[in-house]
């Protein structure tokens, strides 16, 4: 039983590209989240879908896309790269109620 | 605005010595208090929920309880391969979104 899956694990990108985080879970599980993790800042959601078909912005949503493209996948789109976003983004999912389960993150710099 | 505030940011132990991490929340309307485990370049773990105060879960050498304030994660007679950073999360609205603390980096040493 896989879970989370997030593809690529490590990413470099130039200022000003664009990417598109990749993660799919396998427990059919309805909600499905993007954070991202910086030191001394914790874990902030960027965007969450409770549901197929809904996507809502969380936290710190500035500068990314997503979208669920079905229930097990659910993408996060950088459409212009800047330093500010070089992080480790997490995608999660869970049932209502119940605690996430993590992938195993992607490491993202950008220069 | 929802707040979790963990304390402390770092706690060395030996093994054998028993301490708790803390977890101080202020939310509007609480539905559940998270407890994950989080090793070095990996992704958090999930090891508990709580959902209401007074209550208590018990994995292994770890415990869980809540009070209406905040949570705590005992550790009783850790050992080195407890190290980890620990994080505690509050669930507060719709869709099941989790406000998380900054995590308690917990090391163990022989």
């Known amino acids: 039983n896989a879970g989370v899956t997030q593809t690529p694990k490590f990413q470099v990108l130039k200022t000003g590209q664009s990417m598109t985080l990749q993660c799919a879970q396998d427990m059919n599980h309805n909600s499905m989240y993007w954070y991202r993790q910086d030191p001394g800042m914790g874990l902030r959601l960027i965007y969450y879908s409770a549901s197929e078909g809904t996507t809502d912005k969380g936290e710190v949503p500035n500068g990314y896309n997503v979208s669920r493209l079905n229930k097990r996948e659910f993408s996060l789109r950088l459409e212009s790269a800047a330093p500010s976003q070089t992080s480790v983004y997490f995608c999660?999912?869970?049932?209502?109620?119940?605690?996430?389960?993590f992938g195993s993150g992607t490491r993202l710099t950008v220069v | 605005e929802d707040q979790v505030t963990q304390s402390p940011e770092a706690l060395r132990l030996q093994e054998g010595e028993s301490s708790s991490l803390n977890c101080s929340y202020t939310?509007?309307?609480?539905?559940?208090l998270f407890w994950y485990r989080q090793d070095p370049g990996k992704g958090p773990e999930f090891l508990f929920t709580?959902?209401?105060a007074g209550e208590e879960k018990e994995k292994e050498r770890l415990k869980a309880t809540l009070t209406k304030k905040e949570s705590f994660l005992h550790i009783t007679a850790p050992k080195p391969e407890d190290s980890a950073t620990y994080l505690c999360?509050?669930?507060?609205?719709?869709?099941?979104?989790?406000?998380f603390g900054t995590g308690t980096q917990l090391k163990v040493e022989l």
């Open positions: 999660a999912s869970s049932e209502s109620g119940e605690g996430y389960t």
């Open positions: 999360a509050a669930n507060t609205g719709g869709g099941n979104k989790l406000t």
């Open positions: 939310v509007s309307g609480l539905r559940g």
């Open positions: 709580l959902y209401s």
